[in-house]
């Protein structure tokens, strides 16, 4: 039976719309906008483009948009300088750094200059450690935007048995952590797992975000799993996933396309997160001023 192709551009525009929404609500509130504030080093053509769409549709949702453009040799110092200035400015309610940066430059120290409560990435590692603790904080958005293409898709999690295919900080871990969060009973495959297919097939959900095309294949789905591809690689046939997405369509019951699928959704994620970060922003200034460490000062 041919899988459901689960629509990520159409319920991506519709977490967009709820965020426009909430925006409104907040200006009606308070008086201005929740700002996004994107920060990018170099020139890199996939980087350009995606801040690019990132700046355009957070002002679409009615945020106000404030962007540094920083040169390909841009030293670590003066990345953080202005890092350290959006941190201050009360206008800005998300950062976020785009990635990689130019020239292998570690972006860890980085990124743990933004203040968690700007951390609109989900990035630092008080963040992470929030979600390894299952505490509220900003979730990465990539993971977050599968978590709601699932809850849109209705696929049953609870008790479940989720296998995600790669352990990376930015998708891999924290999307384990998130279907954990929703009681499914989650495995972790990676680059030195034996028998990858042996392990797939057990699952119930399968999120393939391992880096490699065509990595997943009918034979690593059981009939009537989820496939989630989060995989996004641009080849001379257009841009492809980490699962062969015909032929496990025919043994799925539901999958995401490339593209289509995940992809739009980490923009959405990302407005959610900004608006969320601010509501939250306002909401610890009207009870007791923030301590440093975006906890309210008790
Ligand atoms: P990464 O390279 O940091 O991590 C890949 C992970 O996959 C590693 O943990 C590695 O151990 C594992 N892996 C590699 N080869 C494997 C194999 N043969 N079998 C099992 N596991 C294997 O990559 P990432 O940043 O996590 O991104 C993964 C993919 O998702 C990439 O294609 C990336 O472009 C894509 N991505 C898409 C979005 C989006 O918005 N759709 C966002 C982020 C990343």
Same mark, same amino acid.
């Given at each position: 039976?041919?899988?459901?192709?689960?629509?990520?551009?159409?319920?991506?525009? %519709?977490?967009?719309?709820?965020?426009?929404?909430?925006?409104?609500?907040?200006?009606?509130?308070?008086?201005?906008?929740?700002?996004?504030?994107?920060?990018?080093?170099?020139?890199?053509?996939?980087?350009?483009?995606?801040?690019?769409?990132? %700046?355009?549709?957070?002002?679409?949702?009615?945020?106000?948009?404030?962007? %540094?453009?920083?040169?390909?040799?841009?030293?670590?110092?003066?990345?953080?300088?202005?890092?350290?200035?959006?941190?201050?400015?009360?206008?800005?309610?998300? &950062?976020?750094? @785009?990635?990689?940066?130019?020239?292998?430059?570690?972006?860890?120290?980085? &990124?743990?200059?933004?203040?968690?409560?700007?951390?609109?990435?989900?990035?630092?590692?008080?963040?992470?450690?929030?979600?390894?603790?299952?505490?509220?904080?900003?979730?990465?958005?990539?993971?977050?935007?599968?978590?709601?293409?699932?809850?849109?898709?209705?696929?049953?999690?609870?008790?479940?048995?989720?296998?995600?295919?790669?352990?990376?900080?930015?998708?891999?871990?924290?999307?384990?952590?998130?279907?954990?969060?929703?009681?499914?009973?989650?495995?972790?495959?990676?680059?030195?797992?034996?028998?990858?297919?042996?392990?797939?097939? @057990?699952?119930?959900?399968?999120?393939?975000?391992?880096?490699?095309?065509?990595?997943?294949?009918?034979?690593?789905?059981?009939?009537?799993?989820?496939?989630?591809?989060?995989?996004?690689?641009?080849?001379?046939?257009?841009?492809?996933?980490?699962?062969?997405?015909?032929?496990?369509?025919?043994?799925?019951?539901? &999958?995401?396309?490339?593209?289509?699928?995940?992809?739009?959704?980490?923009?959405?994620?990302?407005?959610?997160?900004?608006?969320?970060?601010?509501? %939250?922003?306002?909401?610890?200034?009207?009870?007791?001023?923030?301590?440093?460490?975006?906890?309210?000062?008790?």
């Amino acid at each position: 039976m041919p899988a459901v192709l689960i629509d990520g551009t159409a319920i991506a525009a %519709r977490v967009r719309d709820e965020v426009a929404e909430r925006v409104h609500r907040y200006r009606e509130r308070t008086g201005r906008a929740p700002g996004l504030a994107t920060v990018l080093v170099g020139d890199d053509p996939a980087s350009l483009v995606y801040v690019g769409r990132k %700046r355009r549709l957070a002002a679409e949702a009615g945020m106000t948009d404030q962007h %540094r453009h920083l040169p390909a040799d841009a030293s670590g110092s003066s990345i953080a300088a202005v890092l350290d200035e959006l941190a201050a400015d009360d206008a800005v309610s998300g &950062i976020l750094l @785009q990635l990689p940066l130019p020239n292998r430059m570690a972006s860890g120290p980085l &990124i743990e200059r933004i203040p968690t409560w700007k951390d609109v990435d989900g990035l630092t590692t008080l963040n992470a450690g929030l979600l390894a603790r299952g505490e509220p904080g900003l979730r990465p958005c990539t993971p977050s935007g599968v978590m709601r293409l699932l809850a849109e898709t209705g696929a049953a999690l609870e008790g479940r048995h989720a296998v995600v295919v790669g352990r990376s900080e930015l998708v891999g871990r924290p999307m384990a952590q998130l279907l954990l969060e929703r009681h499914a009973t989650v495995t972790i495959a990676h680059s030195r797992t034996r028998d990858l297919a042996a392990l797939t097939r @057990q699952a119930d959900v399968l999120v393939a975000a391992a880096g490699v095309p065509g990595l997943i294949g009918a034979e690593h789905v059981t009939p009537g799993a989820v496939v989630i591809d989060v995989g996004i690689h641009r080849t001379d046939d257009g841009l492809v996933g980490d699962v062969r997405t015909a032929e496990v369509a025919e043994v799925a019951a539901a &999958i995401t396309p490339v593209p289509g699928g995940v992809g739009p959704m980490t923009i959405a994620m990302l407005l959610s997160n900004t608006v969320v970060a601010a509501e %939250r922003r306002a909401a610890a200034g009207r009870a007791r001023p923030v301590a440093a460490s975006g906890v309210p000062a008790s």
